[in-house]
C-alpha cells in the first residue's frame, strides 16, 4: 500500500511532468515557426536565450513543488534580471543594486518559511535523536550527525556555505523518504549508511550534485525504504557518500 509520502512524491513528479510538458510544447511550436521564418529575428534571439531557459526550469520546479522552493525562485530572478537588462539595458546603479535585493530576498524567504511552516528540529546539537533534518548554513558550515532510528528526510540549505551531514548512525524509516536541498553559491554532502536505496534528482544549474558511493555494493539492501534527495544547485553543488 502506497504511504503518504509515496503519493506526495509522484503527484510531485506529475506536476512536474505536465509542466515540463507544456513548456516543450510551447518551445517547440515557437522553433517551429522561427524555422519557417514567421517569428520575429529579434524576438526569438531573446527567446532562445540561456536566460529564459533558467526562467523555464524555475518554473518546473515552482509547479512541482506548488509554489514552494528558494532556489526556484532565485533561478527565475536570475534569468529574468539578465533578460530584461538584455532588452532595456540597466544602468549601472540599478545592477549594482540587484545582487544586494536578492539576497534581502533570500533571507526574507527563509525567515517567512520558518515562521508560518509546522514546527521543526532545529539541529544545534552535534548529535541529534529527531527524525526530521534542519540545517541551514548562510556564509559558512556545520556538521550535523544524526542517530534517528526513523528517519524520515527534511531541509537542508548552503548558501554562501556548506554541511556535513552524517546519517551513518541512523536508520531509514518505511517508505519513501526525501531530503530537499537547496545550495546557491554552496553546497552539502551527506554521509549514508552503504546500504540505503538513495535516488538523486537534484537539478544542478552551473552545479551539480554527485553521488560518490561504490557502483558495486555487496551488501543487502534495505529493500523498505527509500531516501530521495531532490531539490537544486546553482552555482554549488555537494555530494552522498558512505563509509
Known sequence: METHETIKHLKAANRRKVAFGVIAIVFGVLWLLRNVGSLNPVFADYLFSWQVLLIAIGLV?????????VGWSILILIGGFFLLNDIYDFSI???????????IFIGLTMVLNRTVRKPGFRNYKDVSST?????VAIFGGSDVKIDSQSFKGGEATAIFGGSKIDLTGARLAPGIQVIELTNIFGGNTLIIPANWNVKVEVTGIL??????RPKRFDGIRDTDSTLIVKGVAIFGGGEIKSI
Open 131 to 135: 527524525d526530521i533534518l534542519d540545517n
Open 61 to 69: 520546479g515552482l509547479v512541482g513543488n506548488k509554489g514552494q522552493g
Open 93 to 103: 546603479r540599478f545592477q549594482q543594486i540587484f545582487w544586494p535585493l536578492l539576497v
Open 207 to 212: 552545479g551539480g550534485f554527485k553521488d560518490l
